[in-house]
């Protein structure tokens, strides 16, 4: 599949390091940062042991810097030295962290973290990824393919390998994009709802009746709003009332065919420009908590993607970004690093050896 990152990282050294693919028995650590906190997993490099995670549901500090390293540590380390003494684990060989704005925000960690980790837990391998990168690799692993990471905003990445790097579409945020996200389905549910209370055309009385359900008198939900530094947020609460009532209401249904068109065409946006191996579809897989809203979005989904995406595969992901953060540093750990390199989205680090490293 081409080279790794392994000409990427600061210090240089082969992917996996100078005998990355030769160790024995290394311990990995994954590590997925995001709005609502931090999930750590420890596993066996080779994938032959996985502990149970261990989270905190405090998120990491946001500052002038972006995210604050000290503050991503004070949360980080703690659950990764639990799970090394409970699992006997007596430093960490490679580590990936995939953090939620890690591309705009991560400055501070491309800084601090190589270092830090290496102190306190004796990581030489770290891979650093925004959490889109690790939802793909969660997702399909580290093949080729498309994936489209949906919950409160919307973002579609795709690549051929490391030769073609990363295409990205959407991802800007419920003011400027995430068209077909869990933010935009709720605005749209709601402004249906608030055109039926008007007697405006295009109104749902049945959205009507969940806005009611949900935040109360109509006229009160600009000051519940509007206020709010999480509107996004408040406004993807809204999309399970969307997928509730689409099976009979035509309002609803149609919201959620325009956002599954809004998904597909993001996802044909990304697809890999190399062609897999004859015969073989193009896989897009779809990853995050949207999804499980289940056959209202869904068959919307499937029906346009035939139509959009001939030849690819639609599926589930097989994982989710704490997965895809191990499997990149497991794939770190054996030299087997394949997805391709950027800046912002996915760099390498390659500490240099201590006397003590090799006995």
Do not use: N
Request: hydrophobic share 45%; with cysteine; net charge negative.
């Amino acid at each position: 599949m081409g080279e790794g990152l392994g000409g990427h990282g600061d210090t240089g050294g082969g992917s996996g390091g100078p005998d990355g693919a030769h160790r024995a028995g290394g311990w990995v650590l994954g590590v997925d940062s995001g709005g609502s906190g931090v999930r750590v997993a420890l596993a066996r490099g080779d994938g032959s042991a996985v502990a149970a995670p261990a989270a905190c549901a405090r998120p990491a500090v946001t500052g002038g810097r972006g995210i604050d390293a000290d503050s991503l540590l004070g949360l980080v380390l703690p659950l990764a030295r639990g799970l090394m003494a409970a699992a006997g684990a007596g430093r960490i060989d490679a580590a990936c962290v995939g953090a939620a704005g890690m591309a705009t925000l991560g400055a501070d960690l491309r800084a601090r973290l190589p270092q830090a980790l290496d102190e306190a837990l004796g990581v030489r391998e770290l891979a650093l990824a925004g959490d889109v990168v690790t939802a793909y690799a969660g997702a399909l692993g580290l093949r080729p393919g498309a994936v489209v990471a949906a919950g409160t905003g919307m973002i579609a990445l795709g690549t051929s390998g490391p030769g073609d790097g990363w295409r990205r579409a959407d991802g800007w945020g419920h003011l400027l994009g995430d068209a077909g996200g869990g933010a935009w389905i709720g605005r749209e549910g709601l402004d249906a709802a608030m055109r039926a209370h008007d007697g405006r055309a295009g109104g749902s009385p049945a959205l009507l009746e969940r806005l009611r359900e949900r935040f109360g008198p109509p006229e009160g939900l600009p000051g519940q709003l509007y206020p709010r530094q999480d509107r996004p947020a408040v406004l993807a609460s809204f999309a399970p009332d969307v997928a509730a009532c689409a099976t009979a209401d035509p309002v609803a249904a149609d919201i959620l065919g325009r956002a599954a068109g809004h998904i597909v065409e993001a996802a044909a946006a990304v697809l890999p420009r190399k062609a897999p191996a004859a015969g073989e579809p193009v896989e897009v897989a779809l990853a995050g908590g949207l999804f499980r809203t289940g056959e209202p979005l869904l068959a919307p989904l499937r029906a346009r993607a035939a139509a959009v995406l001939p030849g690819a595969r639609l599926r589930l992901a097989d994982g989710d970004p704490l997965d895809g953060a191990v499997r990149i540093a497991s794939a770190l750990w054996r030299g087997a690093l394949t997805l391709p390199a950027d800046p912002a989205l996915l760099s390498v680090v390659h500490r240099p050896d201590r006397p003590d490293d090799h006995g």
